[in-house]
């Protein structure tokens, strides 16, 4: 089976670095995604990592460690609008179609 | 590109009646997926067509849901009948191939009273 955590909440400063963690558990890997997803909105894509690493995309940077089932999304210079839930997902060993996410992080920006 | 669109946005119906969505992905993308969004979960997966063809249904409820994508385009998600659990929001997502980024529509908010 599979199973992935992330914090529920977190909160942080406009302007700061915040980071955050999703570990998971899964028989098969096949890669894993961050989306962002604003309230009442659908997700969006930031990032896909299937090899071990650091992937920088402007402000939001994916780290990925396959052997310790580890993953997290670094968000630099916060902007208010960044307010949002952040899932990270895995795909199904079996059909890399399927992604399983996590309950989602709920970020919260102020002032 | 135009994202994948849903219809309705909202919709609101009383236990055991029955209720339908509409998807439409973007053009060219063979897979589609329909998820089930419950407050403060993540999404999850109720079916995966490849084409015309069901890929995965292994977590559709069959007894009260159904899905079909006839031409290998739109598809339509159908709950018969609803219960106060399928209160959620469902997201109907494409791909250009499997293990690629997927698009999510803007979802369809059921309320089952």
């Known amino acids: 089976g599979q199973n992935i955590d992330q914090p529920t909440e977190m909160t942080a400063t406009e302007g700061a670095i915040v980071q955050i963690n999703c570990t998971y558990q899964?028989?098969?890997?096949?890669?894993l995604f961050w989306y962002q997803q604003h309230a009442g909105e659908a997700p969006t894509f930031l990032s896909y990592?299937?090899?071990?690493g650091l992937e920088e995309k402007g402000r939001f940077s994916s780290f990925l460690s396959r052997s310790k089932g580890y993953s997290y999304l670094l968000l630099k210079e916060l902007q208010m609008k960044d307010s949002a839930s952040y899932l990270c997902?895995?795909?199904?060993?079996?059909?890399?179609?399927?992604?399983?996410f996590g309950q989602g992080t709920t970020l919260q920006v102020k002032p | 590109e135009a994202g994948v669109a849903q219809s309705p946005r909202y919709k609101i119906i009383e236990k055991r009646q029955s209720v339908a969505f509409w998807c439409n992905p973007i053009?060219?993308?063979?897979?589609l997926y329909w998820y089930q969004q419950i407050l403060g979960q993540g999404p999850k997966l109720l079916i995966q067509?490849?084409?015309?063809?069901?890929?995965?249904d292994s977590q559709l409820p069959k007894d009260r849901f159904s899905a079909e994508r006839l031409k290998g385009v739109d598809s339509t998600l159908k709950i018969q009948p609803a219960k106060l659990e399928d209160s959620a929001v469902y997201l109907c997502?494409?791909?250009?191939?499997?293990?690629?980024?997927?698009?999510f529509g803007q979802g369809t908010r059921l309320t089952v009273v």
């Open positions: 053009s060219g993308h063979a897979t």
């Open positions: 899964t028989s098969g890997f096949n890669g």
């Open positions: 990592n299937v090899l071990d």
């Open positions: 997502a494409s791909t250009r191939q499997m293990n690629t980024e997927a698009f």
């Open positions: 997902a895995t795909t199904h060993p079996g059909n890399t179609g399927k992604l399983i």
């Open positions: 067509f490849q084409n015309n063809g069901v890929v995965d």
